[in-house]
């Protein structure tokens, strides 16, 4: 399975941007995760299979809105009103359950993006 991330970029603080990760066949869940300069990776959003469930980092819920088209096998983060703090490389994921995929249980991971907030 080959997951390929897109969309990164620099913006300035509030701006908003919108990732993309194809994934070579279709899964159950799916997800996003990102890793900031010295830091550890972190669950940031995560959507189930039939897109019925959702879930969202505490630091990104109201800001960031995660979702799918399985038709075209590709997972979508929304990402509005960006702070400084967002900078990181986002990395997209699968897994059997948008419940355990927030808790870290990742079957595939893709390559990451990079996000830059800066004025």
């Known amino acids: 399975v080959q997951l390929q991330a897109s969309g990164g970029g620099l913006v300035q603080p509030g701006g908003s941007l919108r990732l993309s990760c194809v994934v070579s066949?279709?899964?159950?869940?799916m997800g996003w995760f990102r890793q900031a300069p010295g830091k550890e990776r972190e669950f940031v959003a995560a959507i189930s299979r039939y897109a019925d469930v959702t879930h969202y980092a505490d630091s990104v819920k109201g800001r960031f809105t995660v979702s799918r088209v399985d038709a075209k096998n590709t997972v979508y983060l929304q990402m509005n009103n960006l702070k400084e703090e967002d900078t990181a490389v986002y990395y997209c994921?699968?897994?059997?359950?948008?419940?355990?995929?927030?808790?870290?249980?990742?079957?595939?991971w893709g390559k990451g993006t990079l996000v830059t907030v800066s004025s």
């Open positions: 066949r279709s899964m159950y869940a």
């Open positions: 994921a699968t897994g059997f359950q948008a419940t355990t995929l927030a808790q870290g249980t990742v079957d595939y």
